[in-house]
T-cell receptor, first 113, second 112 residues
């Protein structure tokens, strides 16, 4: 069963506009949600996170919103830049002995110049 | 501060063979996790090691095993390789109690 879902496999936006990447989850036993960015031939790179007790976290051009009632989170990138083109993974940290990360399947973002 | 390094970067093995993948943790990190990323999917948790003991395991068969050494480096061993084991294997290190996981660039395993 997929506990973390990213339903959009790809997204294309114009440079300077907003990119919105979405993620849904089904398990309430997550204490942190994280976004990772991945370029080809590289490992995922941590981008931004949010605690399950928060609604919003902002870091420069990146903002993550968490809607606990809807079990939904989103990553906003404003303004989008061509260098943001990558695969973005949503991940949730499970509150068990391992605190393992459960990943979504990723969204490929293309920012057009 | 060195990051997470994995070796080898690419590997081709024959079905039925055994493989060992290696990972050096980021300095100061005492926990190592391994993930399998199949094509078009997100990374899937295999297992995690803390203080040289496995302290969490995902839905992977026993032919996937691991080790953590006193210097916190780690190995992932896979026996009796199957074609479906072809994937990118990612190692991630962290400091216990913190949520930040640093990933290596991965080992691309192809089973033919």
């Amino acid at each position: 069963d997929q506990q973390v879902k990213q339903n959009s496999p790809s997204l294309s936006v114009q440079e300077g506009r907003i990119s919105i990447l979405n993620c849904d989850y089904t398990n309430s036993m997550f204490d942190y949600f994280l976004w990772y960015k991945k370029y080809p031939a590289e490992g995922p790179t941590f981008l931004i996170s949010i605690s399950s007790i928060k609604d919003k976290n902002e870091d420069g051009r990146f903002t993550v919103f968490l809607n606990k009632s809807a079990k939904h989170l989103s990553l906003h990138i404003v303004p989008s830049q061509p260098g943001d083109s990558a695969v973005y993974f949503c991940a949730a940290r499970l509150m068990d002995s391992s605190y393992k990360l459960i990943f979504g399947s990723g969204t490929r973002l293309l920012v057009r110049p | 501060e060195t990051g997470v390094t994995q070796s080898p970067t690419h590997l081709i093995k024959t079905r039925g063979q055994q493989v060992t993948l290696r990972c050096s943790s980021q300095s100061g990190h005492n926990t190592v996790s391994w993930y399998q990323q199949a094509l078009g999917q997100g990374p899937q948790f295999i297992f995690q090691y803390y203080r040289e003991e496995e302290n969490g395991r995902g839905n992977f068969p026993p032919r996937f095993s691991g080790l953590q050494f006193p210097n916190y480096s780690s190995e992932l061993n896979v026996n009796a390789l199957e074609l479906d084991d072809s994937a990118l294997y990612l190692c991630a290190s962290s400091q216990t109690g913190l949520y930040g996981y640093t990933f290596g660039s991965g080992t691309r395993l192809t089973v033919v």
